[in-house]
């Protein structure tokens, strides 16, 4: 895939204004079930910081950014797979597609899928505090978050490596995002990301995770005034974003690239419910 290249010379770049929920204080540690909780027990214990935000949109120079420089990269998505709801598909043809990108982008020789998720407005039952319980049918998440943390990373490549693991773990390993529209122009709940330069340490916050057959953490960020958000405006299907979620190699808060769904106060009013599809791709080397 290449980057995509901007359809005129670079102009001022748009933005828009526009919510984007924070994590907010908590009693104790943060968490959230995604499960029955206990008897008297609170599906979770956050609160939501919203707070309004600019979000630059790179549509005039979105090939500035780069995976190696920035965490973020966006690219043309030359697939002509559109099989998303067909599970053995998606194993059998896609899975192995987006792997052997990953490869190519990281120059590295092994990668492999660890969790997909199709988002769809309607997708999934919610809980009583609004959130989709887990699964691979998900809502967009309108709530700030980077996907894996020091705890939660390495403990992923033991669920999936088995045997292997503790070898894989003595050397680099990558978790990457690939997300793109199923179809497009997207203009409902696009994704903003958070620029990781713009994060420092204290503004990430560990949660933990309960699901039914483990507990999984992922971090929360504090709100900071010095964040750089950033989203490509009306994504299509060819189009792709990839960031990364976790890098072994590098501090959190510079490898794991906090996002969330907006909502775009310039979002046309025949717009298309959003249905995007999201990868995550552990690689070694």
């Known amino acids: ?84 709801d067909d599970e053995a598909r998606l194993h059998s043809a896609y899975f192995p597609e987006v792997e052997q990108l990953a490869c190519a982008l990281l120059g590295v020789e092994r990668a492999v899928t660890i969790d997909y998720a199709i988002r769809r407005r309607d997708h999934g039952p919610a809980r009583p505090d609004g959130m ?3 699964g691979n049918a998900r809502r967009p998440i309108a709530r700030v978050h980077g996907d894996f943390t020091p705890r939660s990373a390495p403990a992923l490549v033991r669920r999936h490596m088995g045997a292997q693991a503790d070898e894989l773990l003595a050397g680099r390993y990558r978790i990457l995002n690939f997300w793109r529209p199923i179809r497009g122009p997207l203009t409902d709940a696009p994704l903003a990301l958070c620029h990781p330069g713009s994060v420092a340490a204290a503004h990430l ?53 906090a996002h969330s769904a907006f909502e775009d106060p310039t979002r046309p009013a025949d717009f298309v419910s959003r249905e995007s599809f999201e990868q995550r791709v552990l690689a070694f080397g």
């Open 1 to 84: 895939m290449p980057s995509i290249a901007p359809d005129s010379p670079p102009a001022a770049r748009r933005s828009v204004r526009a919510r984007l929920n924070y994590l907010g204080p908590s009693e104790g540690a943060p968490y959230i079930y995604y499960r029955v909780p206990p008897p008297g027990q609170a599906y979770t214990n956050m609160q939501d910081d919203p707070r309004e935000v600019e979000i630059t949109d790179l549509r005039e120079d979105p090939s500035r950014l780069s995976l190696a420089g920035d965490g973020i990269a966006f690219l043309k998505h030359g697939s002509a797979f559109a099989e998303f």
């Open 132 to 134: 989709p319980v887990a």
């Open 205 to 257: 916050a560990p949660i933990r995770q309960i699901l039914e057959q483990h507990d999984n953490e992922i971090f929360g960020l504090r709100h900071d005034p010095a964040h750089r958000w950033l989203y490509l405006s009306a994504m299509h299907a060819e189009e792709a974003v990839v960031f990364s979620s976790y890098d072994s190699a590098r501090p959190c808060h510079a490898a794991v690239v």
